[in-house]
């Protein structure tokens, strides 16, 4: 069974940074895409950010210049490195890790709350 561990959510006060990791097997973290999602309440969830194996990344306009995605591939981890925090990227964040080879498969992490507020 996948699974996709996170950490590091919590409160923060506009304009502060949080740093939040995922940590999986190093079977599916070598062959995937990795990405964090976020859902707020009564909206879908989105993207915010992703990156390839490769390391080329991809970020959600309202995060550019603020977020900061990377990934240890000695750690078999992802980092979303969050900056100037403002109340509107209040959400639970989401951990995903997608296959790049067949079977095409996705697994997803518990979800980890970050709320900004003063």
């Known amino acids: 069974q996948v699974q996709l561990v996170e950490s590091g959510g919590g409160l923060v006060q506009p304009g502060g940074s949080l740093r939040l990791s995922c940590a999986t097997s190093?079977?599916?973290?070598?062959?995937?895409?990795m990405g964090w999602y976020r859902q707020a309440p009564g909206k879908q969830r989105e993207l915010v950010a992703s990156?390839?194996?490769?390391?080329?990344?991809n970020y959600a306009d309202s995060v550019k210049g603020r977020f900061t995605i990377s990934r240890d591939n000695a750690q078999n981890t992802v980092y979303l490195q969050m900056n100037s925090l403002k109340p509107e990227d209040t959400a639970v964040y989401y951990c995903?890790?997608?296959?790049?080879?067949?079977?095409?498969?996705?697994?997803w992490g518990q979800g980890t709350q970050v709320t900004v507020s003063s």
């Open positions: 990156i390839f194996t490769g390391g080329r990344t």
């Open positions: 995903n890790a997608r296959r790049i080879v067949l079977p095409r498969n996705e697994y």
């Open positions: 190093s079977g599916i973290f070598s062959i995937s895409t």
